[in-house]
């Protein structure tokens, strides 16, 4: 069973940058899909973006297209999301899936493995 912890979420003021970690461990498959998701007060679980380890092909949603940048180290079990220009909107709680199947996209319905979560909060 692959289990996941987030990491590297805080308070920042409008305009700064925050680099979330997800690590992972007790994986068996040789590649995954990784996702990174987020629920913002009041609202729905809404995608970010994900990346497959077994090509690196990345994909954003559009609020977090110039901004956002996912990226993994395979060597170390993680994979990131790094922030940048964050807005107050940007505010919620971050989450990372992991799946076998690429298929699962900005489906987070679909994915078998998640994390706790870490708060990303952005003041003006």
């Known amino acids: 069973q692959v289990e996941l912890e987030e990491s590297g979420g805080g308070s920042v003021q409008a305009g700064g940058s925050l680099r979330l970690s997800c690590t992972a461990s007790n994986y068996a498959h040789p590649s995954y899909c990784m996702g990174w998701f987020r629920q913002g007060p009041g609202k729905e679980r809404e995608a970010v973006a994900f990346?497959?380890?077994?090509?690196?092909?990345?994909h954003y949603v559009d609020f977090a297209k110039g901004r956002f940048t996912i990226s993994q180290d395979n060597a170390k079990r993680t994979s990131y999301l790094q922030m940048n220009s964050l807005k107050p909107e940007d505010t919620a709680m971050y989450f990372c899936?992991?799946?076998?199947?690429?298929?699962?996209?900005?489906?987070?319905?679909?994915?078998?493995?998640w994390g706790q979560g870490t708060q990303v909060t952005v003041s003006s």
């Open positions: 899936g992991a799946d076998t199947r690429c298929a699962v996209g900005y489906t987070w319905e679909l994915y078998n493995y």
């Open positions: 990346l497959y380890t077994g090509s690196g092909d990345t």
